[in-house]
T-cell receptor
């Protein structure tokens, strides 16, 4: 069964620190990877997408992809209390289709 | 102001009742999706539609039905056959249904059983 695994947390970091969120996936043919942020009671909002091995930076966020090891991570630099949310990893495991498998999410708490 | 709207925000269902959740988008996206989210679980795909007048079952379609008569609209009906409907329902859309297409989500509808 195709799976996307995330540590449920909570991951607690002090304000200003780097938060590191990890996601592993089961299918080597996966091609597209997405990170969403979801505040409590709200819908997911896209933070980053990444398709190639290596790092992709956007402001305070960096996505890292390692297809050989089958993991994707999200780093949040200079963490702020407003970053406190659940972060969902989504993976496309069927190339050529729309279908994405979502992890259960990691809850991040940034302590002021 | 482009985006995805869902209504109502909260919906209450009685035993044996069918209810319909609305999803509208003005992003000119071809593909639309319905997901269900339960506490502590990831999003699970109910139905998706790649073009008007066509839709496909997702992983948990039993007890649900959809229609896609217009590009902008993709309503979801939760039928009485769905025995555990309490969940957060999310509608999403993407420009196409390709591999690298980003899905954008509406604000969601929370369904509760009376």
């Amino acid at each position: 069964q195709k799976e996307v695994e995330q540590n449920s947390g909570p991951l607690s970091v002090p304000e200003g620190a780097i938060a590191s969120l990890n996601c592993t996936y089961s299918d080597r043919v996966s091609q597209s990877f997405f990170w969403y942020r979801q505040y409590s009671g709200k819908s997911p909002e896209l933070i980053m997408s990444i398709y190639s091995n290596g790092d992709k930076e956007d402001g305070r966020f960096t996505a890292q992809l390692n297809k050989a090891s089958q993991y994707v991570s999200l780093l949040i630099r200079d963490s702020q209390p407003s970053d406190s949310a659940t972060y969902l990893c989504a993976v496309n495991m069927q190339p050529g289709t729309y279908k994405y498998i979502f992890g259960t999410g990691t809850r991040l708490k940034v302590l002021a | 102001d482009g985006g995805i709207t869902q209504s109502p925000k909260y919906l209450f269902r009685k035993e044996g009742q069918n209810v319909t959740l609305s999803c509208e988008q003005n992003l000119n996206h071809d593909a639309m999706y319905w997901y269900r989210q339960d506490p502590g679980q990831g999003l699970r795909l109910i139905y998706y539609s790649q073009i008007v007048n066509d839709f496909q079952k997702g992983d948990i379609a039993e007890g649900y039905s959809v229609s896609r008569e217009k590009k902008e609209s993709f309503p979801l009906t939760v039928t009485s056959a769905q025995k555990n409907p309490t969940a957060f329902y999310l509608c999403a859309s993407s420009r196409t249904s390709g591999t690298q297409e980003t899905q954008y989500f509406g604000p969601g509808t929370r369904l509760l059983v009376l």
